[in-house]
Antibody
Framework: QVQLVQSGAEVKKPGSSVKVSCKVS????????LFWVRQAPGQGLEWMGG????????NSAQKFQGRVTFTADESTDTTYMELSSLKSDDTAIYYC????????????????WGQGTLVTVSS | QSVLTQPPSVSAAPGQKVTISCSGS????????VSWYQQLPGTAPKLLIY???KRPSGVPDRFSASKSGTSATLDITGLQTGDEADYYC???????????FGGGTKLTVL
């Protein structure tokens, strides 16, 4: 059974970067599409983007383009999301999840999810 | 403003049925599969429904869903207090070339 375990909470200053990890166990890492979703306090889910096996990073959601980087390390079965130029409204819980692709090769559904990582951006 | 539109809240008594709607467009729901997620308080979302109407193993058959045109619905029958959670619909948008979610619906079991 696939499990995703994320790194711990972070507190960052505005303008800095954060790198959140997501370690995958219980499956074949390099066959998985691994994506990221964030949730600001009291708000809904926001799709960010992720990484596809064999193809590498996908396009991120437009609002994150130029600020977010998705990487994967097959030697440790870990995927990473790095967000730069942090602002206070980047304060959120960041979730990684395995994504099943649809017939067209686009992300379909998320299952399972990591436990989430709270990133707080504050001066 | 979410691309997919859900009612902010729904409520019903224990044992009753509730329906949560999710409205989109031809570039998302109208052309791709819909999935639904349950987020219990303080926890990560959990897959409830995939490919419009399929339940993962372990999800009770009290949860069902359907899709018609550019809208989808999630039905929950035999409501239990443990069903109190936020529910989200999600899909892919071919114009945005990005995943999209509804704004979420808070279910209260009175």
């Amino acid at each position: 059974q696939v499990q995703l375990v994320q790194s711990g909470a972070e507190v960052k200053k505005p303008g800095s970067s954060v790198k959140v990890s997501c370690k995958v166990s219980g499956g074949t890492f390099n066959t998985y599409a691994l994506f990221w979703v964030r949730q600001a306090p009291g708000q809904g889910l926001e799709w960010m983007g992720g990484i596809l096996p064999m193809f590498g990073p996908t396009n991120s959601a437009q609002k994150f383009q130029g600020r977010v980087t998705f990487t994967a390390d097959e030697s440790t079965d870990t995927t990473y999301m790095e967000l730069s130029s942090l602002k206070s409204d980047d304060t959120a819980i960041y979730y990684c999840a395995r994504v099943r692709l649809d017939y067209y090769g686009d992300p379909n559904y998320f299952d399972p999810w990591g436990q989430g990582t709270l990133v707080t951006v504050s001066s | 403003q979410s691309v997919l539109t859900q009612p902010p809240s729904v409520s019903a008594a224990p044992g009753q049925k509730v329906t949560i709607s999710c409205s989109g467009s031809s570039s998302n729901i109208g052309s791709r599969y819909v999935s639904w997620y349950q987020q219990l308080p303080g926890t990560a979302p959990k897959l409830l429904i995939y490919d419009n109407d399929k339940r993962p193993s372990g999800v009770p058959d009290r949860f069902s869903a359907s899709k018609s045109g550019t809208s989808a619905t999630l039905d929950i029958t035999g409501l239990q207090t443990g069903d109190e959670a936020d529910y989200y619909c999600g899909t892919w948008d071919t114009t945005l070339t990005a995943g999209v979610f509804g704004g979420g619906t808070k279910l209260t079991v009175l």
